[in-house]
């Protein structure tokens, strides 16, 4: 049985190619369970052609070898093409993840495009050559030269986003691409990859090949690969590291989090309440930002518990094409499995279910669902509080003062994202400026492309966004000019 979403082809070399075997890859709707799209499976016979064309193209062909203007209207052209799009890929994201339509008609598909802008806008005023004076005498010109042929490698959660993330910067500075989008979610990239073509990249420049974790590895290790670009598991990011550096390759990483939200004395409850909403389960609670640890003082805890247990079990869970739902499913069995697995570890370790649990939620029969769960009473020792579960569950952490709460806060392996919530904004920024992540907020949280993004400790290496994000993509070259040229005295 075919779908509309089925396709029998590869892109490699920014062409449709036949695919090496004959392996599929059968795409299953995390909320029927069933297939809704087959594709073909790559296989390292396939990385090896598109690595073959992306270093052709970078070694040979035009398009590291074009001014920033001309890539830069090429992009240009592909965000209008992008724009025009963002219904369906919304549609596709959430039929291929079980992404909430809302969340994909609010960030899984209008961020991708937001970025494609920034970077159009940071490429403007990017100094791609700098000439400056030397402290030997003469002048000296800093060169941004691009990397090379990049290894993209994007999760299942938000697909689009992260692919984005590193496509266009890469496109942007000159360099060549072989992406490797998760065998979950490769519907999306095939759109993406149609808009690509439409937009005049040019041969070779581009490929796209969906596959498991060998294929990924050997993409990782493959000698014509210049740079590794990777969002996804922090266990994952240090192997791809590992392999790396072995290599000396250059790599980015944008790995996990277990971000805590520091709610403070004077903040306002209904704002925690429907910001916890939001940044704790966002996306069914599948993102690396969630804030998923809250910490309030002890003489709130109760309180704040309580209103978050009632916000949180009151959103509504189920098909993710639904307008109405909040939260929707797991994107495979053993994401559900495996969060099932922290809700009960949690009530192990003697953390109070206040809401949700294990179990399919009321009304459904089938998909891969988890109950919206909130644990208070946790400390910050018990797995729950420690390890990324991704999916969505709560833990509300008590603390002494606000000496206490930064040290639990800190106390992480990760340092990925974060916020702190109060009525006194100064107080606040204090706080941030004392919590060890890469990212932070008061009173909100939000990625803006205008800035870099990425974390401390083991949530990763490397920043994506703003001109820091861009820079990951090109190498450094000083060239010695001598003494400035001057002119006649006529």
């Not at 704040?304 to 959103?315: C, H």
């Not at 966004?465 to 070259?477: A, D, M, N, R, V």
């Amino acid at each position: 049985m075919t779908t509309s979403l089925d396709r029998d082809a590869l892109l490699i070399g920014t062409t449709w190619q036949a695919p090496a075997t004959d392996s599929v890859i059968e795409v299953i709707s995390p909320h029927s369970e069933e297939v809704v799209a087959r594709v073909p499976e790559g296989s390292t016979a396939d990385i090896d052609a598109a690595v073959a064309a992306a270093r052709e193209a970078f070694d040979h062909g035009p398009w590291p070898r074009m001014s920033p203007d001309e890539r830069i209207e090429v992009v240009q052209k592909l965000s209008g093409l992008y724009a025009a799009k963002l219904d369906e890929m919304a549609t596709v994201i959430s039929t291929e993840m079980g992404s909430p339509i809302s969340f994909s008609t609010l960030a899984q598909a209008p961020a991708p495009w937001m970025q494609i802008e920034a970077f159009l806008g940071i490429a403007r005023e990017f100094p791609w050559e700098d000439v400056r004076p030397g402290v030997l005498g003469g002048e000296v010109m800093v060169r941004h030269e691009p990397v090379g042929v990049v290894a993209a490698i994007p999760p299942w959660n938000v697909p689009q986003f992260t692919v984005l993330s590193k496509v266009i910067p890469a496109l942007l500075t000159g360099c060549t691409i072989v992406v490797k989008p998760a065998p979950e979610t490769p519907l999306d990239t095939y759109l993406l990859a149609d808009l690509l073509i439409e937009a005049g990249v040019p041969e070779g420049v581009v490929s796209i090949v969906a596959g498991g974790r060998e294929v990924g590895e050997h993409l990782v290790r493959h000698p014509g690969i210049d740079k590794v670009a990777f969002t996804g598991s922090t266990a994952a990011g240090r192997k791809i590291g590992a392999i790396c550096g072995e290599q000396l390759k250059r790599c980015s990483l944008e790995l996990g989090g277990k971000s805590a939200a520091i709610v403070l004395d004077d903040a306002d409850l209904t704002s925690v309440v429907e910001g916890m909403k939001f940044l704790g389960v966002m996306n069914s609670g599948q993102a690396c930002v969630a804030q998923t640890r809250i910490l309030v003082s002890r003489e709130r805890h109760d309180e704040v518990a309580e209103a978050l247990a009632e916000g949180i079990g009151s959103m509504v869970v189920g098909d993710p094409l639904d307008p109405a739902t909040e939260i929707g499913p797991m994107v495979a069995q053993r994401q559900q499995e495996r969060v099932s697995s922290y809700i009960e570890i949690g009530q192990q370790e003697g953390a109070r279910l206040l809401t949700g649990g294990t179990g399919m939620p009321d009304g459904l029969g089938s998909g891969w669902y988890i109950r919206p769960t909130v644990f208070s009473g946790v400390t910050n020792d018990m797995r729950i509080a420690r390890e990324e579960i991704f999916g969505p569950v709560l833990s509300v952490i008590a603390y002494n003062d606000v000496d206490d709460a930064v040290r639990i806060a800190n106390d992480s392996d990760y340092g990925l994202a974060g916020t702190v919530w109060t009525a006194d904004r100064d107080a606040g920024l204090g706080v941030a400026r004392r919590v060890r992540t890469g990212t932070y907020g008061v009173n909100t949280y939000t990625m803006d492309f205008a800035a870099p993004f990425g974390g401390f400790k083991a949530s990763g290496v490397g920043r994506e966004f703003g001109p820091e994000g861009l820079s990951q993509y090109t190498e450094l070259k000083s060239v010695y000019l001598g003494e400035p040229e001057t002119g006649d005295d006529a």
